[in-house]
T-cell receptor, first 115, second 113 residues
Framework: AQSVTQLGSHVSVSEGALVLLRCNYS??????LFWYVQYPNQGLQLLLK??????LVKGINGFEAEFKKSETSFHLTKPSAHMSDAAEYFC?????????????FGAGTRLAVHP | DAGITQSPRHKVTETGTPVTLRCHQT?????MYWYRQDPGHGLRLIHY???????DKGEVSDGYSVSRSKTEDFLLTLESATSSQTSVYFC????????????FGNGTRLTVT
């Protein structure tokens, strides 16, 4: 069975500091991995996804994530946090051959950015 | 933004009453989904649809039913609302391939008193 664990339900950083949001997954078959962002009172927006190919994936708003099969991880990073990055972030997994994308979501990490 | 409209955006209802939430899309995507979002649980799949009149259960389907009579509309019904169904409900759509991202609506906040 697939599962997603996001370490840290709340992360706080200073503006300009590195953002690191952790995601570990469990999957018995090669996964597809996604990061979504949710701003207050809105739905989820896709930040980036890993399907095949390059393991370092670049997304919108300066975020990137690296798929590490040996560590079963897909951590999200951004070199320099901006106040507008404050939001909730969700990691999600599905798998190849699944037939449709029934995503399994992590519990989410709320990112706070302070001046 | 993908053309997804959820209605109503907010609803307060009493325990035991039926409630229907609507999702309307203009993207002509085959797959539609209903999720609920609760603190500490992320998003959990309630039901999904892979075509008109074709639906299936997700991981938290008890107490919910769905219908899809047209490609663009996907209805979620709580037959007899309970306080445990107080949540934020999100509709999503996708093209259906496993590597296709989901596109989400802005959610319906439902409170059952």
């Amino acid at each position: 069975a697939q599962s997603v664990t996001q370490l840290g339900s709340h992360v706080s950083v200073s503006e300009g500091a590195l953002v690191l949001l952790r995601c570990n997954y469990s999957s018995s078959v090669p996964p597809y991995l996604f990061w979504y962002v949710q701003y207050p009172n809105q739905g989820l927006q896709l930040l980036l996804k890993y399907t095949t190919g390059a393991t370092l994936v670049k997304g919108i708003n300066g975020f990137e994530a690296e798929f590490k099969k040996s560590e079963t991880s897909f951590h999200l990073t951004k070199p320099s946090a901006h106040m507008s990055d404050a939001a909730e972030y969700f990691c999600a997994v599905t798998y190849r051959g699944g037939g449709y994308n029934k995503l399994i979501f992590g519990a989410g990490t709320r990112l706070a950015v302070h001046p | 933004d993908a053309g997804i409209t959820q209605s109503p955006r907010h609803k307060v209802t009493e325990t035991g009453t039926p409630v229907t939430l609507r999702c309307h899309q203009t993207e002509n995507h085959r797959y539609m989904y209903w999720y609920r979002q609760d603190p500490g649980h992320g998003l959990r799949l309630i039901h999904y649809s892979y075509g008109v009149k074709d639906t299936d259960k997700g991981e938290v389907s008890d107490g919910y039913s769905v219908s899809r009579s047209k490609t663009e509309d996907f209805l979620l019904t709580l037959e007899s609302a309970t306080s445990s169904q107080t949540s934020v409900y999100f509709c999503a759509i996708s093209e259906g391939q496993a590597n296709s991202p989901l596109h989400f609506g802005n959610g319906t906040r439902l409170t059952v008193t």
